[in-house]
């Protein structure tokens, strides 16, 4: 089957090849913390392995309690933040249609699938609840803490709502709760409650999680394969498995990462071509940024989606501050095409396209932007995809999840924790006047002067 592959081919004239060769020991070595078990967090480093090693039992489970929140329902309502969102919510946009919640119930293959609990914003949850109206809903709420308050008071709101509309009974029916094995609020409640439960495992961090049920139950009620996607992540775990540079391509993207940023090209733009894209940015965002960001260190990640942003960031990427680079996710096939349709005369300066299809423009558009990039200034990786489907995701996630993993342990940090996230939960806690923080809350309440 066509795989993912990496092109380094672009950053010629940044990086010569034996820089390549010379990164090859600090990879050697991470390759070694990371399949020994030897690094700093090597307690949640269990994603390696999963794509052949999960729970097949509740992968059972998860397929049937996607048919029946796919017989009961037209909406399933997926409650989490961070990890426990993002994995989900770019795969969901990536297996299907753009538009998949707008089209017919007989166009659609699953549920019309709506993410809550990854804000704090009172205006999302009101127009969520307008949006279900009186049409059928189940929820599946995600937290590996089971304390996180977005995702909390998000399934607050949904669980009342189910309440009302079927009784508190047929509601804890509706309800699939993705948690701790053993504990946590939410894994309490589930118990008390009865709640169908889904487990996030013990050596999985919340971004390396898409491919537990925290991932799967959504991606599955959406109607996409998840046995394709597992199948894609395990041919990935088979063919990343050799610390050579050379024969291993998420090394070569953690090698070139690195140096790059050596360099001082310390901020990545992931580009992708594909609005249905957008959300495998948002994903590998956190996944890179949580991993890497410790220790006033790590490269700075962020996205564009192109075209659209050519013409917001265009300037700034081609003539701004020359500490970027680019890792363009390209689709070689895309998943639907489009002629340019006939027109007589031209007047909208168009003929001149007429007789290729919208996604061959497309194409150029991304070689040509890519060229005028690299003579701005800006080194340009590319990952190129085959298809747009289950299987091609699986592999890419497990690229970019091996990949930082890797390059984690060149910057000498831990990759797997993220202790900077409490800063600001503190903040938030102490002014909410939590109970626990009150020292916390003068301190704070002072600065704002209250
Ligand atoms: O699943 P939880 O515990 O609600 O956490 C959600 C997210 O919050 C964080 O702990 C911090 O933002 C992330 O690492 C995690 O993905």
């Not at 707008?102 to 019309?112: P, T």
């Not at 599955?220 to 395990?234: E, R, T, V, Y």
């Not at 960031?313 to 002629?339: A, C, H, M, W």
Request: a negative charge; proline letters at 3%; hydrophobic letters at 35%.
């Amino acid at each position: 089957m066509a795989h993912i592959t990496f092109d380094t081919k672009n950053i010629e004239n940044f990086v010569a090849d034996h820089e390549f060769s010379e990164m090859q020991p600090l990879i050697t070595m991470a390759d070694q913390q990371l399949r020994n078990r030897t690094g700093a967090g090597a307690e949640y480093s269990d994603w390696v392995t999963l794509p052949t090693d999960y729970d097949q039992e509740e992968f059972a489970r998860i397929q049937a309690a996607a048919k029946r929140i796919q017989s009961n329902s037209k909406i399933l309502v997926v409650i989490g933040i961070g990890g426990s969102y993002l994995g989900a919510k770019m795969a969901v946009d990536f297996l299907n249609p753009v538009f998949n919640n707008e089209l017919a119930d007989d166009q659609r293959q699953g549920v019309k699938i709506y993410f809550a609990g990854n804000s704090t914003s009172a205006a999302y949850l009101n127009d969520l609840v307008r949006v279900i109206g009186d049409q059928d809903f189940s929820v599946n709420v995600i937290s590996k803490s089971g304390t996180t308050t977005e995702p909390s008071i998000a399934f607050r709101v949904f669980k009342q709502l189910l309440e009302k509309k079927y009784g508190a009974a047929a509601a804890k029916e509706r309800i699939y709760a993705t948690t701790d094995a053993n504990r946590g609020a939410l894994h309490d409640e589930a118990q008390e409650q009865g709640y169908e439960t889904f487990t996030i495992p013990d050596g999985v961090g919340g971004r390396f999680s898409v491919l537990t049920a925290v991932g799967l139950l959504p991606i599955a009620a959406s109607g996409a394969d998840i046995q394709k996607l597992m199948s894609g992540a395990k041919d990935a775990q088979d063919e990343y498995s050799d610390s050579n540079i050379e024969k291993n391509e998420a090394y070569k993207y953690a090698a070139a990462r690195r140096i790059l940023y050596d360099k001082g090209y310390t901020t990545e733009l992931l580009i992708n071509w594909e609005p249905s894209m957008q959300y495998l940015s948002e994903w590998w965002k956190q996944l890179m940024g949580e991993s890497e960001g410790k220790n006033q260190k790590g490269i700075y990640p962020s996205s564009a989606n192109f075209s659209t942003d050519l013409h917001s960031l265009g300037q700034y990427i081609q003539e701004g501050r020359r500490d970027l680079f680019e890792t363009v996710v390209k689709l070689d096939n895309p998943v639907s095409n489009l002629d340019l349709p006939h027109e007589d005369g031209n007047n909208d300066g168009l003929q001149y396209l007429e007789g290729i299809t919208i996604d061959e423009v497309n194409t150029k558009a991304s070689q040509g932007v890519t060229l005028a990039h690299i003579d701005g200034g800006v080194p340009n990786l590319a990952v190129h995809l085959p298809a747009q489907d289950a299987y091609s995701l699986g592999y890419l996630i497990y690229f970019f999840e091996m990949a930082v993993g890797a390059s984690g342990y060149t910057f000498g940090i831990n990759p797997f924790n993220q202790p900077g996230v409490e800063a600001y939960k503190t903040a938030m806690f102490a002014l909410l006047g939590k109970p626990g923080y009150e020292e916390a809350t003068k301190a704070f309440r002072a600065r704002l002067g209250e």
